[in-house]
């Protein structure tokens, strides 16, 4: 998954899903809390990426699994997307990630990350230089 898409929650805290994306998620998809850079947002998993959570989970000692790890699951929800492609988000989801009105859905290699619009903005200008860039590509590889 790739791109970044604004959007706007609608009166029902719903969102549309972008269209790019929509073929990936699949008529079925899970968003939990998330962070990234220690900014917070949500994470959007496909069904198949949530089973492979959710049995990576299953593996953990118990007492991993008593601990902050199990927020994952105890906040997350099942999105299906209605006919006009829109989802709705817990209100404990957006008071988690900050986001009111104005967001941004991005695509994150195997993931989407759904981001207030101010706190993505911020996000990206603390990692959009030159050196931070340049650490992320020899990361991966590049």
Sequence with gaps: MIGKYPAKMDDK????????????LGTEFYVTLGFNCGHKCLTIY???????LSE????LPLAQRAGPTS?????????????????????NLM??????KDVVIVGRAGQAEIWDAAEFEAFE????TPEKLL?????IGL
């Design 125 to 128: 200008l603390e990692n959009l």
């Design 56 to 59: 990576n989970y299953n593996r």
């Design 95 to 100: 008071n988690y990630a900050g986001i009111t």
């Design 13 to 24: 805290n719903r969102l549309f899903v972008p269209a790019k994306l929509r073929e990936e």
């Design 71 to 91: 927020l994952i699951f105890i906040n997350a929800t099942e999105c299906t997307p209605d006919r006009q492609n829109r989802f709705s988000l817990t209100q």
């Design 46 to 52: 496909s069904t198949s990426d949530w089973q492979t």
């Design 135 to 139: 650490a992320s590509l020899e990361a």
